[in-house]
Structures are given as C-alpha cells and as structure tokens.
C-alpha cells in the first residue's frame, strides 16, 4: 500500500504542469531518457545477444563502470564546479572546462550516431536490409535530426 501511495504522489507531482515546463527539468530529464533509453532498452537486449548467460554479470561490470565515471562527475561538481563559480577561476581551469564540454558534445554526438546506426541494423534485419540500407537509413535519420535541431533548437529535439 505504502509503494501505491508514494507512486500516485510521485505521479501527482511529475504531472504538474509547472515542472513539466521547467527549464530545470527539462535539462535533467532530457540526458536521463537518452541514458535510460540507450541502458535499457539497446545494451541489455545487446549483451544478452553477444554474452549470453553471462549478460547479467556484464550489466554489473557495466553498472560499477557507470558508478565509477559518475563518481568522478560528482567529484568535479564538488571540487570544480565551485571553483568556476568563482569571480576569477584560473584560465587553464576555464580552457579545461571548454574542452571537457567540447569533447562532451563530440561524445554524445558519436553515440546518437552509433544508436541509430544500431536501430536501423536492427529495423533493417527483419526485411532483408543490408550493409547500405542500413548505412542509408543511418544518414536520413541523423540528417533529420540536425535539420530539426537547426530549425527548431533543443525545444524541437526534445519534442522529437
């Protein structure tokens, strides 16, 4: 009774309209559906294909990896973060920061790419799709969401 009632609690706050339009929660939910989404729903069905058995070992070594990079993300929003915050941060702490943000973008950017290049293998596979089809596919779907990113700014991509 009691997970009933933390649940519809829960639910009742999500559902308010506030939160929903929130830029703060909107920049949390954003990279934790892509997360949750890439976890669960691509590496799981993956590992049970390519290990096994052994697929829910490999999820624990995956998770204490994802624990250990975190824990290095919480150190720096602990230790760095206040010093950005700072009236004179140091410039090699500034230059740091733009290249640790730039290799961020390029990270996510290669796993989008990678992503959709697994879902057209997947979408293609069933019908007879080959090496091209899925390489076209790939194009189309990441060509379109640079258009509507273009066009239509986060507020379009997190509509898509």
Same mark, same amino acid.
């Given at each position: 009774m009691t997970?009933?009632?933390?649940?519809?609690?829960?639910?009742a706050a999500l559902a308010r309209r506030s939160l929903r339009l929130s830029? *703060?929660? *909107?920049?949390?939910?954003?990279?934790?559906?892509?997360?949750? #989404?890439? #976890?669960?729903?691509v590496v799981a069905p993956m590992l049970a294909s390519v290990v096994g058995s052994w697929a829910p070992l490999a999820m624990v070594g995956i998770v204490g990896l994802a624990y250990w990079?975190?824990?290095?993300? *919480?150190?720096?929003?602990?230790e760095v973060e206040?010093?950005?915050a700072t009236n004179q941060p140091s410039r090699s702490l500034l230059d740091l920061n733009r290249f640790s943000g730039l290799l961020l973008g390029f990270a996510y950017v290669v796993s989008v790419a990678f992503y959709?290049?697994?879902?057209?293998?997947?979408?293609l596979r069933d019908?007879?799709?080959?090496?091209?089809?899925?390489n076209t596919m790939t194009t189309v779907v990441l060509v379109s969401? #640079?258009?509507?990113?273009?066009? *239509? #700014?986060?507020?379009g991509?997190?509509?898509l």
């Open positions: 997970v009933l009632v933390a649940v519809a609690a829960v639910g830029i *703060r929660w *909107r920049a949390t939910v954003t990279p934790l559906a892509s997360i949750i #989404g890439s #976890g669960f729903l990079v975190g824990s290095a993300m *919480r150190l720096v929003i602990m206040p010093l950005l959709v290049r697994l879902m057209a293998s997947f979408v019908i007879g799709g080959g090496e091209a089809a899925a969401i #640079g258009t509507i990113g273009l066009l *239509r #700014g986060l507020h991509l997190e509509s």
